[in-house]
């Protein structure tokens, strides 16, 4: 890959993975775009322009094999590897990431799960040992960990995120309530609730003023 | 509001209502186009026509005051309202979002939580009993409900949306991995977490083969 992708499509390729793992489960061989077009409510052209950004993979008048694009898709998106993931902050938000078991289906694999608060360790979730905050970086050392998940609160995030950075983690997937400011070498998606929260509530006034 | 004002416009204004509230925690009165572009990281240009889709609230050469743009930008953001959420999947995931006192604090009090398991019927979360899923259609008869948020799995979300939209629900805050097919009055925001992993792990990925 030579040539810039934008995020806009990054975006959509999960979309693409999860309706082409559906029609797989239906034991569908092949699909043409108009069909893939219909089925997720977007424009053939759209479908062609998106999947030509990593070299197209249809042939004209043939459709698409949706197992070959559905795997090369998954390599696109990097689910032809394991991501060992853990967990920092084993609160509700944390633990519910933690039962989350079709995480495990696309690789990634949650290996740990580190919470501050004493009355939690020693407790497991789906088989994961709750572990005391002060033992990550031992943790972190010993095994590979190539995600850390951040479920705490804004006011601790910061610190932990900059630890995690110093101890080899260069990925992190944050729930935490503000942008953290790290090196370039480090990956950070961000999960912010409350912004989504607020663009469904301006969505909501803005049906309400169409409809008046 | 005559125009559209695209959706990439909107997902960024959370961002500035969340940047003006610390600038507002912080007793700033006052802010340039410039220094606030310099704190959220976007350029000034951006700033100035993002903010020129809802009219400006800048003056030139005075930059912006704090707390009259924070306010207008939630109404923009339709913040000045309250609106009541029920919680539809009292699991983790659906207890954590209980857990959110930030929500309430913008004005998203969570009024329910049902659920299917009787295991969990009458227990209380922040002081909001659970109920079973069989009383939610009464409940949302007797009192005022302005948006449900999905968290139960994926195979039993569809027709809980399509219950609600019939008892009049008209926005959904679907944390089930699908896309929901409604009516086109109702409003749907997805979080689609799965979705968000794999465009970490592409990121990861790309990264990886930029420092080959």
Redesign the interface.
């Known amino acids: ?1 030579d040539k810039e992708i934008s ?1 806009a499509v ?2 959509r ?3 693409y ?2 309706y082409l793992g559906e029609l797989l489960d239906d034991g569908v061989e092949r699909i043409s775009s108009n069909e893939l077009s219909h089925r997720m ?1 977007v424009t053939a052209s759209q479908i062609r322009q998106d999947l030509n950004n990593f070299g197209g993979f249809g042939q004209q008048g043939y459709g698409y094999n949706v197992k070959f694009l559905y795997d090369e898709i998954g390599k ?4 032809d ?1 394991q ?1 060992n993931i853990i967990i920092v902050g084993a ?3 944390g ?3 933690a ?2 078991v ?2 495990e289906k ?3 694999v949650i290996t740990g799960l580190f919470d501050v608060n004493p009355a939690l360790k020693g407790r497991k979730v789906r088989g994961i040992e709750i572990r005391m905050l002060e033992e990550m970086a031992d943790f972190i050392h010993s095994t590979q960990v ?2 850390a998940a951040l479920t705490m609160p804004k006011e601790q995030a910061d610190a932990v995120a900059h630890q995690l950075v110093e101890l080899g983690v ?2 992190i ?1 944050n729930f935490a ?1 503000l ?1 953290l400011e790290l090196p370039d ?1 480090v ?1 950070v ?1 961000n ?17 309400k ?1 169409e ?1 008046i």
């Not at 696109?76 to 689910?79: S, V």
């Not at 999960?191 to 049906?207: A, T």
């Open positions: 890959m995020q990054i975006r390729m999960p979309r993975y999860r409510k696109i998106l990097g689910l590897q991501h609160g509700n938000l633990q519910a990431l039962n989350y079709n995480f696309r690789g990634f190539d995600i260069s990925a997937w309530h942008d070498h990956v998606e999960v912010h609730l409350s912004d989504s929260l607020m663009q469904l509530s301006y969505n909501i006034v803005k049906k003023l409809s």
